[in-house]
């Protein structure tokens, strides 16, 4: 309940407090503007305060404009006038700024009604309200040469008629002698959709007319851009470095008739076709007789003649060493083509003089790398280790020829091929006596003779040790194959011999059997 002193004076009914005592503040409708000067009864019909009144716009105020901008009026329109001051502001809000002309129009020019308040929407292309302006145009007829219908691709909305200044021209830039105002120059037809950007289209005379070089007669493109620029004059951009002969050196500065004397199509990029009179004069080496190659570029740059940069490094022959000082004609003397690589195709002569040690008689090979550095013939580098029998301990300084008395070459590698005196020569024990093998590394080291690496007693059966030591005399005493050591006897040395006895002292023993082998199954030790 509200207060009646809250809004009326004890004299009388119609009588007013002022102010009001209520705050119309706390409700969803404060009372600011010409809403502040509202007689309540306008609003509260019912003079029922606990009716809810609704607050929007509409519930009060007729819409004038019929539903064509929204029913909420504080998007124009303030509590304290109908009139609204930002209508430019409006329009850019909607995405169509009244900008150039477009600023001074009447809303009715734009928004037409038989309601003047009355603000349909209009779309923001150009088009939605100059459809009869681009159907009406003659110069250039825009609908028949395709035009665009957005306007401002080529007229300045900040303008105040339609003249342009910038159509967009982007699709054929125009630039430095293309930048021309009269468009009729390329769109002779009227028809401003089938004006070719091919250069030909325009420039044929031009190309048919040159004569510093005759375009036609060389065989030139027709596409300007190949080699022109837009700018005025026909200025030249050639760049023969983005063709695949790039010029350089002395070739930058040649008068390009001195290559391109039969036309520029096709013209062969090779060395000799432009310099096989030079090719054919050399002395100093003849070119020609010395079958070098007719691709200058393999020795000389594009500055000089003189300065030839052949690298024999980059062939299938480096020099190092002594080749780096050696004529070229010893090794060239029947010319450059074909020579061979091979040691011998140089130095046969020398390698039949050796005598120290001869290499023809003791089967060396002719490859002399294989021994020799590329600095003298002294510095022998051969390297016994790289081959089937590497060199250890007394072989390392043995000398050659105790090994290679008949030649260097198919040497056997055995033991016996040098040691067979020394093996004969054994007496403790004599090895051909006792049948050992002629293999001297089974025992022995490379090192010396002795010590051997033989081990009977830890290799096979004590005989230096145990009870065996100081039984035998011989190897021959249990081995009784002179030419199989492997095969020994232990009945023989014991007195065991009767093998009845035997057996009877073995009755009890799983798997005996009177044989030497059986004795050492089970007496390994001696024992």
Known sequence: MIDCAACHVPDNWTSMRQPLGFDHDTTALPLIGLHAAVDCRSCHTSMRFDTPVASDCVACHSDVHAMTVGNDCSRCHTPQTWLVNDIPELHEQNGFPLIGVHGNLSCVDCHKSDNTLAFSRLGND??????????ATQNPNHAGAGFSSNCVECHDPMGTGWNTNFANHDFFPLTGGHEIQDCARCHTTGNFTDASPVCSSCHMTDFNATSDPNHAAAGFSTDCATCHTTGPGWTSSFDHNGTSFPLHGTHATTDCIQCHANGYAGTSTTCSACHLDDYNSTTEPDHASSGFSQDCALCHDETAWGNATFDHNNTAFPLHGTHTTTACIECHANGYSGTPTACSACHLDDYNATTEPNHTTAGFSTDCASCHDETSWGNANFDHNNTDFPLHGAHTTTACIQCHANGYAGTPTACSACHMSDYNGTSNPNHAAAGFPTDCAECHSESGWEP?????????????????????????DCHNNSSDFSVFTCIDCHEHDNQNSVNNDHSDVNGYSYNSNACFNCHPNGH
């Open 452 to 476: 051997t690496t033989f081990n009977h007693d830890q290799q096979y059966f004590p005989i230096y040790s145990g009870t065996h030591n100081g039984e035998w005399n011989t190897c021959a």
């Open 126 to 135: 150009c088009i939605s309200c100059h459809q009869a302006d681009y159907l």
